[in-house]
């Protein structure tokens, strides 16, 4: 891939999938590959797939092969909306596979990208052997549409352009369709802001490269994901507890107590435990949640007619689409009046 690019060392973006029908991908979940819709022809069984992951070049004997199963293709693709996205369920999870977590806000959508895959280097050249890698500047919407006739069509809340706008020379190429555009987030971490989605050529000048705007699309990806069940990161054992007390005010705003997960590679397990202890002389006014750190939110309890006092139990969420490091929070509101209570103490368990 990548016109006017290196060669990345092995283990240098881990994540890395190269699918056979010639396209690019990355590691959503141990079982789960973004890519582009426009690799794939239809939602539904597939087993035609095969994913090469591990390696920098696709001959190393290390690297690791799994087979489609199922794909889901986004069903906005092809639509005035925009949505070039699909997910391939693989036959069994990469256990302990690295995973590149996905842009949830917009925030990302600026500055210098990296791109990476084994697409071709020229325009209608070969696929290449190794792994290459390049960095594209972000261009505006604006910028974009006026560069050629080619992008008059560009759909600004669906898609990002990058690439080296009056030179030229640095670009993705025929087979990095699928591939990940991704930069350090605000902690130094890799997050996945684009997907290789089309373009007018390789590395013309005043023709960019289009890439799937994936923060747009951060939500209905990680429901796709929760439907399709991908193995996720297995668990590791780790808890992170609060048991500083938070008092529950009666039927008043919600109150909230914070858990910082670090240490914990990849996405949540798709049975994340939520163990919570909380003091209340009437259980039924109390509705909880649990709040990820990209602010998506999971409903643990309903309020009831339930007098019976206190809340001890743990909750199993699949949070297997968030990513694991991050302030988790306990979102705890009483909406009856008459009792009051506490959070005594919550945890989760990795």
């Known amino acids: 891939m990548v016109v006017g690019g290196t060669q990345a060392a092995k283990g240098e973006f881990p994540w890395m999938v190269r699918l056979s029908m010639g396209c690019g991908g990355s590691m959503l979940t141990e079982q789960l590959v973004l890519t582009a819709a426009h690799c794939v022809s239809r939602t539904g069984n597939n087993t035609s797939i095969t994913a090469t992951y591990g390696v920098a070049d696709l001959q190393d004997t290390s690297r690791t092969t799994r087979t489609s199963t199922y794909v889901h293709r986004s069903p906005t693709y092809d639509t005035a909306t925009g949505g070039d996205w699909a997910i391939i ?3 069994s999870p990469i256990t302990g596979a690295s995973l590149l977590p996905i842009a949830t806000t917009n925030a990302y959508n600026t500055g210098v990208f990296t791109v990476a895959g084994w697409g071709a280097t020229r325009e209608n050249g070969s696929q290449s052997r190794y792994l290459l890698k390049a960095q594209v500047d972000y261009i505006d919407d604006t910028t974009c549409k006026n560069a050629d006739p080619y992008y008059a069509d560009l759909i600004p809340s669906a898609e990002l352009c990058a690439g080296n706008l009056a030179a030229g020379g640095v670009d993705t190429c025929q087979g990095d369709s699928g591939g990940p555009m991704f930069r ?3 902690s130094g971490a890799w997050v996945q802001v684009g997907i290789v989605s089309h373009g007018n050529g390789c590395a013309r000048p005043d023709n960019p490269g289009v890439y799937t705007e994936v923060s747009t699309f951060a939500a209905a990806i990680k429901q796709a994901a929760a439907d399709l069940g991908g193995t996720p990161n297995p668990p590791t054992g780790k808890v992170f507890e ?16 914070n858990v910082t997960v670090s240490g914990v590679s990849g996405n949540a397990p798709s049975a994340l435990a939520v163990g919570v202890a909380i003091k209340h002389s009437w259980s039924g006014d109390v509705v909880i949640d649990l709040v990820a750190p990209d602010g998506s939110t999971y409903r643990l309890k309903n309020s009831s007619s339930s007098s019976t006092p206190d809340v001890n139990t743990t909750y199993t969420v699949n949070a297997s689409s968030e990513v694991a490091n991050g302030t988790w929070r306990l979102k705890v509101q009483d909406v009856y009046r008459e009792d009051t209570g506490y959070i005594d103490s919550w945890k989760l368990t990795f």
């Not at 609060?242 to 107590?257: H, K, L, Q, R, W």
């Open 89 to 91: 369920k693989l036959a």
């Open 242 to 257: 609060n048991t500083a007390d938070v008092a529950i005010p009666d039927a008043g705003a919600a109150v909230y107590s």
């Open 184 to 186: 350090r987030d605000g």
